[in-house]
């Protein structure tokens, strides 16, 4: 048994590992791994350096590879396409670094510090701006919540088909699909490749009695507004199936809810509010329906509500319907959803209430001024054809590059020596429009910002 004492795994030390190996009634770690078989086990020597023996040298070391990261502090960033940059006030940060945030799980087998009312303050301000009722906590990103809100919608209705507009992002798409499996079919629906739009012939033509659900997204992927979400709403309710909406909540500050437009379940992302651009996220999703026990008995994650309590006149925070869950019933719960991001959704909660209704309609408006200057100044660029789908956007749009006889990617490693994030590769995603990339403009982006992009497209496609 070696004798090196490492600081950083628990019971390494060999007094220790000793007892527990008698308490257990074995004689070796190996023990433990003895139903491995032999061929399967690794014989040889691990090729990964000596453990380091100080705290100050785990730093040194951790701080060299993340020198190497190229990051959104030195270079301009238009790229999005699932993980925005906006702006985070440091209240947000400030708020969600206090211990009794910071440190909680997201069960409740430990004292409450105000967890519960600052989730359900989160669920109650994306609940008025979806326009619905009930709001779960926290899910692992968008694409859990779509695929959780397929499944409620299957189990709701019985069926076994989930109709998905083709313009979902294939990220969003792959997860959805490997949840859905294998019971759940999930199939695309056709869309104009001059609008965007879902083909409402081919959503009539698909749906049938087995269609659980229609899911589209607004905006979608590409960035473009689906104006004609009633209609397909419609056609879905004519044969029974639940509409899902998926949203970027960062427009509901200038878009109508979805509920106007008959949504059944919205689900959607948090990163927008609040959350850095870090680590592949941060990303935290939510799914919101109706205050109807038919949705309700269906959501597999915690729903936080307000109660009374044995004071009069004092309320308190609770879980709702806790028998539905698998944490009340195990394996006869409805879905599973275990340890998520319940503190990204505290933080939402921060950042929605610093900026109130007002604040998010600037925000909406302030992003499509933003947008159309710089699909402005673009469209004017030889070589680049903007706009390239013909419907309304919010903050993200394809740009064309066909004209410049250079791909997306040769134009972004040009962008990247002028220490620019250019827009995200579409050419294998959406091969049908050809040699494109999609931009994307937030509050964060200045007039001066955009004349650089604009400056340096034109320099690059030369």
Same mark, same amino acid.
Request: charged share 25%; with cysteine.
């Given at each position: 048994?070696?004798?090196y004492?490492? &600081?950083?795994? !628990?019971?390494?030390? &060999?007094?220790?590992?000793?007892?527990?190996?008698?308490?257990?009634?074995?004689?070796?770690v190996?023990?433990?791994?003895?139903?491995?078989?032999?061929?399967?086990?690794?014989?040889?020597?691990?090729?990964?350096?000596p453990?380091?023996?100080?705290?100050? #040298?785990?730093?040194r070391?951790?701080?060299?590879?993340?020198?190497k990261?190229?990051?959104?502090?030195?270079?301009?960033?238009?790229?999005?396409?699932?993980?925005?940059?906006?702006?985070?006030? @440091?209240?947000?940060?400030?708020?969600?670094?206090?211990?009794?945030f910071?440190?909680?799980?997201?069960?409740?087998?430990?004292?409450?510090?105000?967890?519960?009312?600052?989730?359900?303050?989160?669920?109650?301000m994306?609940?008025?701006? %979806?326009?619905?009722?009930?709001?779960?906590?926290?899910?692992? /990103?968008? *694409?859990?919540?779509?695929? +959780?809100?397929?499944?409620?919608?299957?189990?709701?209705?019985?069926?076994?088909?989930?109709?998905?507009?083709?313009?979902?992002?294939?990220?969003?798409? *792959?997860?959805?699909?490997?949840?859905?499996?294998?019971?759940?079919k999930?199939?695309?629906?056709?869309?104009?490749?001059? $609008?965007?739009?879902?083909?409402?012939?081919?959503?009539?033509?698909?749906?049938?009695?087995?269609?659980?659900?229609?899911?589209? #997204?607004?905006?979608?992927?590409?960035?473009?507004?689906?104006?004609?979400?009633?209609?397909?709403?419609?056609?879905?309710?004519? @044969?029974?199936?639940?509409?899902?909406?998926?949203?970027?909540?960062?427009?509901?500050?200038?878009?109508?809810?979805?509920?106007?437009y008959?949504?059944?379940?919205?689900?959607?992302?948090?990163? !927008?509010?609040?959350?850095?651009?870090?680590?592949?996220?941060?990303? @935290?999703? =939510? +799914?919101?329906?109706?205050?109807?026990?038919?949705?309700?008995?269906e959501?597999?994650?915690?729903?936080f509500?307000?109660? $009374?309590?044995?004071?009069?006149?004092?309320?308190?925070?609770?879980e709702v =319907?806790?028998?539905?869950?698998?944490?009340?019933?195990?394996?006869?719960?409805?879905? =599973?959803?275990? $340890?998520?991001?319940?503190?990204?959704?505290?933080?939402?909660?921060?950042?929605?209430?610093?900026?109130?209704?007002?604040?998010?309609?600037?925000?909406?408006?302030? +992003?499509?001024?933003?947008?159309?200057?710089?699909?402005?100044?673009?469209?004017?660029?030889?070589?680049?054809?903007?706009?390239?789908?013909?419907?309304?956007?919010f903050?993200?749009? %394809?740009?064309?590059?066909?004209?410049?006889?250079?791909?997306?990617?040769q134009?972004n490693k040009?962008?990247? /020596?002028?220490?620019? =994030?250019?827009?995200?590769?579409?050419?294998? #995603?959406? !091969?049908?429009?050809?040699?494109?990339?999609?931009?994307?403009?937030t509050?964060?982006?200045?007039?001066?910002?955009?004349?650089?992009?604009?400056?340096?497209?034109?320099?690059?496609?030369?």
């Open positions: 048994m070696s004798k004492v490492n &600081p950083y795994i !628990p019971n390494s030390v &060999p007094d220790e590992k000793e007892k527990m190996l008698k308490e257990i009634g074995i004689n070796s190996e023990d433990v791994f003895q139903e491995i078989p032999e061929h399967l086990r690794f014989k040889g020597q691990m090729n990964i350096p453990a380091f023996a100080s705290e100050y #040298e785990i730093r070391h951790v701080e060299g590879l993340l020198a990261n190229k990051s959104c502090k030195d270079y301009l960033n238009f790229l999005g396409a699932g993980t925005w940059q906006h702006y985070v006030p @440091s209240v947000v940060d400030t708020i969600i670094s206090r211990d009794e910071l440190t909680a799980y997201v069960g409740d087998a430990y004292g409450d510090h105000g967890k519960f009312q600052a989730l359900f303050e989160t669920s109650s994306i609940a008025e701006l %979806v326009g619905m009722e009930a709001v779960s906590t926290p899910t692992y /990103d968008w *694409a859990n919540a779509i695929a +959780i809100s397929c499944r409620m919608a299957a189990r709701m209705s019985g069926r076994k088909q989930v109709l998905v507009a083709g313009t979902i992002s294939p990220g969003r798409l *792959a997860v959805v699909k490997n949840y859905c499996k294998p019971e759940i999930v199939e695309l629906l056709k869309y104009d490749r001059e $609008t965007g739009l879902i083909d409402l012939k081919d959503l009539e033509s698909k749906i049938t009695g087995e269609t659980a659900a229609v899911y589209f #997204e607004n905006p979608s992927y590409l960035g473009f507004i689906e104006t004609e979400g009633t209609k397909v709403s419609e056609i879905a309710h004519k @044969s029974g199936a639940e509409v899902i909406v998926g949203v970027d909540p960062s427009s509901l500050g200038v878009l109508a809810p979805p509920s106007e008959g949504a059944d379940i919205v689900c959607g992302e948090y990163q !927008p509010f609040g959350l850095h651009m870090q680590w592949g996220g941060g990303l @935290s999703g =939510f +799914i919101a329906s109706r205050d109807d026990k038919r949705y309700v008995a959501y597999p994650s915690l729903l509500g307000l109660t $009374t309590t044995t004071e009069e006149g004092e309320y308190g925070f609770g =319907f806790y028998d539905r869950t698998s944490y009340a019933s195990r394996e006869k719960g409805k879905d =599973f959803i275990g $340890t998520t991001t319940a503190l990204y959704g505290i933080a939402a909660g921060v950042y929605m209430a610093l900026l109130g209704p007002q604040g998010m309609r600037d925000l909406g408006e302030g +992003i499509m001024q933003r947008v159309q200057y710089t699909m402005s100044l673009l469209s004017e660029i030889k070589g680049l054809r903007v706009p390239v789908i013909k419907s309304p956007s903050k993200e749009f %394809v740009v064309n590059f066909d004209g410049t006889g250079k791909t997306v990617a134009i040009a962008l990247l /020596d002028k220490k620019i =994030f250019g827009g995200k590769d579409l050419s294998e #995603e959406f !091969p049908e429009y050809g040699n494109s990339a999609l931009y994307c403009i509050e964060i982006h200045t007039k001066e910002d955009i004349k650089k992009l604009a400056l340096a497209l034109e320099e690059v496609t030369k």
